[in-house]
């Protein structure tokens, strides 16, 4: 078998995609990949991509002999992992290192929405405050009433800071968490009804595709606020655009979307609305230790078939 079994599958950090080709003369997926997979598909035993392109069922297909993915992030929703679990193919993503910075980022998105920080510095830059006087009053963040929609690894680590705002803490997931201080809440529209604050911390795929649904935007109401740093698929991105619109939503504060990096154009003239360019985990250090946890991943299949944090284990590894 060729020394070349490494394939990377779309656009990755620039050091890593270097290393790829460095230590493992990893190839690249072209754009136009019939000619490259007919040559040297059979030759790949680990794609390594990204949460922003993955591995889907048909480039599976092609790759005959592949036994990982290796996802650089902690959501693999663009690789189908039925598929991958159908054919004994392992896939990893890096838990953990990221969850101190996306939750940083959820609690800032919530602070500058709610006190809209971002639009009082472009009243400044703007030569508003000498010539229109104080910027309007806003939303206060202490002591509110949050819901979390997710309450995993960044979902907690949200929770626990804002405990330390002096937040209420309640949230909703697919089960209730037996050894949690916070309060479970059995859908996503009793959650958004009883809050003041939503924030958005689910994994993305097909079972929780638009699980922020109109009803529980319209739950959450003229007062309520969503937070949503985890994929755009989780949210109704088109009724959450037309409750903002209609006023029918305090505001949000979005560092993901359903099309990025397109953002709905409405929202780009709303001080009450926060955008980020997906940017939760964009850390020098966070985005290191993605990267070492990456490579321990790939080194580790293919020495030994085993993966470190695999989020599926290879039935069938390929050693
Ligand atoms: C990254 C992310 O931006 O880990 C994730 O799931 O969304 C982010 O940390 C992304 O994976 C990099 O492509």
């Not at 959501?75 to 054919?87: I, L, M, S």
């Not at 649904?213 to 740093?229: F, K, M, P, Q």
């Not at 990096?261 to 926060?274: G, H, I, Q, R």
Request: charge should be negative.
């Amino acid at each position: 078998m060729s020394n070349r079994s490494v394939l990377q599958v779309g656009p990755l950090k620039p050091s890593l995609a270097q290393t790829l080709q460095d230590d493992y003369a990893a190839y690249v997926l072209p754009d136009e990949p019939t000619e490259f997979l007919a040559e040297h598909g059979a030759e790949i035993r680990a794609a390594v991509t990204s949460g922003r392109t993955g591995v889907n069922a048909e480039l599976m297909a092609a790759l005959p002999n592949l036994g990982a993915v290796v996802n650089f992030g902690v959501g693999y929703d663009t690789t189908d992992v039925d598929a991958a679990a159908a054919r004994g193919i392992g896939v990893s993503n890096t838990p953990d290192v990221l969850t101190d910075c996306v939750a940083d980022t959820a609690v800032g998105l919530m602070l500058d929405t709610l006190r809209q920080f971002s639009a009082s510095d472009r009243y400044v830059r703007a030569g508003r405050w000498t010539a229109e006087g104080n910027y309007p009053l806003t939303r206060q963040v202490s002591n509110t009433r949050v819901g979390i929609i997710g309450l995993g690894r960044i979902g907690s680590a949200i929770a626990k800071r804002l405990s330390a705002f002096g937040c209420t803490i309640s949230y909703h997931n697919r089960h209730a968490k037996d050894d949690s201080p916070y309060t479970y809440v059995g859908s996503p529209v009793e959650l958004a009804a009883g809050v003041d604050v939503l924030v958005v911390a689910a994994a993305g795929g097909a079972g929780t595709q638009k699980l922020v649904s109109s009803e529980v935007i319209d739950a959450l109401g003229t007062r309520g606020y969503l937070i949503n740093i985890a994929r755009g698929s989780v949210v109704d991105e088109e009724a959450l655009v037309a409750a903002l619109v209609d006023g029918r939503l305090a505001g949000a504060g979005l560092d993901v979307f359903a099309d990025e990096p397109n953002v709905p154009e409405a929202l780009l003239s709303m001080d009450n609305v926060v955008v980020l360019p997906h940017v939760a985990s964009g850390t020098v250090e966070t985005r290191a230790a993605m990267e070492e946890l990456t490579l321990r991943n790939l080194n580790s299949f293919l020495e030994s078939g085993q993966l470190v944090t695999p989020v599926q284990v290879p039935v069938t590894a390929s050693g």
